[in-house]
């Protein structure tokens, strides 16, 4: 009987070290200024997926778009920030309520960081028992932190129907999230949460707002592309769905 006790103790010990450390390792590259692109690792259904977002450095310390896909590369993330730049991350913004743009909510509030999404994602995160953000706001908002100024936009319903957008304009910087597909994108990926038929008056809505951006990060995939084929591939994609 304690065998099978030790046995079955061993399992739930090692389910839970699996659950703390994940097999990804960040990666997370210069883009321009004091601007980086970080990447984290999701897998589903036996598939590998690549989730890019992205921080920046301030006076005051880092701020960072929304979180790894797991807590694990969330520590992770927290801790090269630490000794790459030798910041504190000191806030976050979520920019819907997938879990590859929110695992890392709890991790962060807990370690004092101020974590903020829309009032929509809030509500949607509670409804699907997902992390939330601390802190909400509802409407576009412009946050002027340690000298740099970071502009929410929502544009409408498209990947989901909270997806939200993110522009720096000193840097010029368009961060997209989910709403953007990389230049190599095949497909316009998970809409379960979306809205196919809206997406297109939506991103007419982003690049009415942001005509002339330097850098456009998409959510997925390679987020190296030159602007003209992120938002040429993004439209295609998002047309062909809408249709």
């Known amino acids: 009987m304690r065998i099978i006790s030790a046995f079955i103790c061993a399992l739930l010990i090692s389910g ?11 990666k997370t590259a210069h883009l321009t200024g004091n601007m980086y692109v970080y990447t984290s690792y999701g897998e589903f259904k036996n598939t590998v997926y690549a989730a890019n977002a992205v921080y920046i450095l301030t006076d ?18 927290l801790d090269t920030i630490a000794q790459k730049h030798h910041r504190k991350v000191i806030a976050c913004i979520v920019t819907h309520f997938h879990e590859d743009r929110t695992a890392g909510l709890d991790l962060m509030r807990k370690q004092g960081i ?16 997902d992390p939330q953000a601390q802190y909400t706001f509802n409407k576009d908002t412009t946050f002027n932190i340690g000298g740099v100024k970071i502009q ?17 304009p000193q840097t010029k910087v ?9 230049a190599e994108a095949t497909s316009i990926g998970n809409v379960a949460d979306g809205n196919v038929k809206a997406w297109p008056v939506s991103l007419a809505k982003v690049e009415k707002k942001f005509p002339h951006p ?4 998409p959510g997925h995939d390679e987020w190296q592309g030159t602007v003209k084929a992120i938002m040429g591939r993004t439209t295609e994609l998002v047309n062909q769905a809408a249709h």
Not at 152 to 168: A, C, L, M, Q, R
């Open 16 to 26: 839970t070290v699996a659950a703390q450390h994940s097999p990804f390792r960040i």
């Open 60 to 77: 005051k310390g880092a701020i960072i778009m929304d979180t790894p896909w797991s807590e694990d590369q969330t520590r992770q993330l």
């Open 114 to 129: 101020k974590t903020y999404s829309t009032a929509f994602t809030k509500e949607l995160c509670k409804e699907h028992n």
């Open 152 to 168: 929410t936009f929502y544009p409408g319903e498209g990947h989901s129907k909270d997806n939200i957008v993110i522009w720096f």
């Open 174 to 182: 368009l961060y997209g999230g989910c709403f953007i597909k990389s």
């Open 214 to 217: 330097k850098y456009v990060i």
